[in-house]
């Protein structure tokens, strides 16, 4: 199975930056896609941005010009770069990766979260 971790969380300012780090390892699974979801107060869980192997890159039009997210292939580990944060990007921010097993499976692991606040 596939370990997927957070790190970077933390309590910001408005208009601050923070970057978040997500390792998959554990596995030789293939990384198809690794995504940046988030989860506000009473919200639902949304795609904030996502990379796929061929290197194409979505983002939610809310943070589109504010965060970037970018892919380190060698070392299995994506990362989001949030610039310019608003108090509404306040969530639980949940990486996700869609893998292929040498056999040809897919499949999608969760990390379990990291924190970001964004706060006066």
């Known amino acids: 199975q596939v370990h997927v971790v957070e790190s970077g969380g933390g309590l910001v300012q408005p208009g601050g930056s923070l970057r978040l780090s997500c390792a998959a390892s554990?596995?030789?699974?293939?990384?198809?896609?690794m995504a940046w979801y988030r989860q506000g107060p009473g919200s639902r869980r949304e795609l904030v941005a996502s990379?796929?192997?061929?290197?194409?890159?979505t983002y939610a039009d809310s943070v589109k010009g504010r965060f970037t997210i970018s892919r380190d292939k060698a070392k299995n580990t994506v990362y989001l770069q949030m610039n310019s944060l608003k108090p509404e990007d306040t969530a639980i921010y949940y990486c996700?990766?869609?893998?292929?097993?040498?056999?040809?499976?897919?499949?999608?692991?969760w990390g379990q979260g990291t924190q970001v606040t964004v706060s006066s």
């Open positions: 996700n990766t869609v893998t292929t097993t040498p056999g040809g499976m897919l499949s999608a692991y």
């Open positions: 554990g596995s030789s699974n293939s990384i198809n896609v």
């Open positions: 990379v796929t192997r061929s290197g194409t890159i």
